[in-house]
Nanobody, 117 residues
Framework: QVHLVESGGGLVQAGGSLRISCTAS????????MAWYRQTTAMQRELVAT???????GYADSVKGRFTISRDNAKNTVYLQMNSLKGEDTGVYSC???????????WGQGTQVTVSS
């Protein structure tokens, strides 16, 4: 089992920056990759960014050049640095972890990010 806890959400003005964090505990050695998803009012859950154990990253087109996903293995934490925030970035951001063996899909409780225009 893997337990994920997000933190760092809040209210920020358009054009501003925010960093959210996801700390993993439990069977963290089983995790193959982690990701950030978001649920906005306009869309279904959207994949925002991914990071593998090897450090490879991927981003949704809507956030490329503005968001950066990173990890601190010593702290078992994955970060999402969000810059040049827009109103459409508003939503609940959830951390996700995938374990190949034993297979498992794990979610955090989510953290609210609100961008005011």
């Amino acid at each position: 089992q893997v337990h994920l806890v997000e933190s760092g959400g809040g209210l920020v003005q358009a054009g501003g920056s925010l960093r959210i964090s996801c700390t993993a505990s439990g069977s963290i050695d089983s995790i193959n990759y982690m990701a950030w998803y978001r649920q906005t009012t306009a869309m279904q859950r959207e994949l925002v960014a991914t990071i593998t154990n090897g450090g490879s990253t991927g981003y949704a087109d809507s956030v490329k050049g503005r968001f950066t996903i990173s990890r601190d293995n010593a702290k078992n934490t994955v970060y999402l640095q969000m810059n040049s925030l827009k109103g459409e970035d508003t939503g609940v951001y959830s951390c996700y972890a995938y374990s190949r063996w034993p297979i498992g899909n794990y979610w955090g409780q989510g953290t609210q990010v609100t961008v005011s225009s």
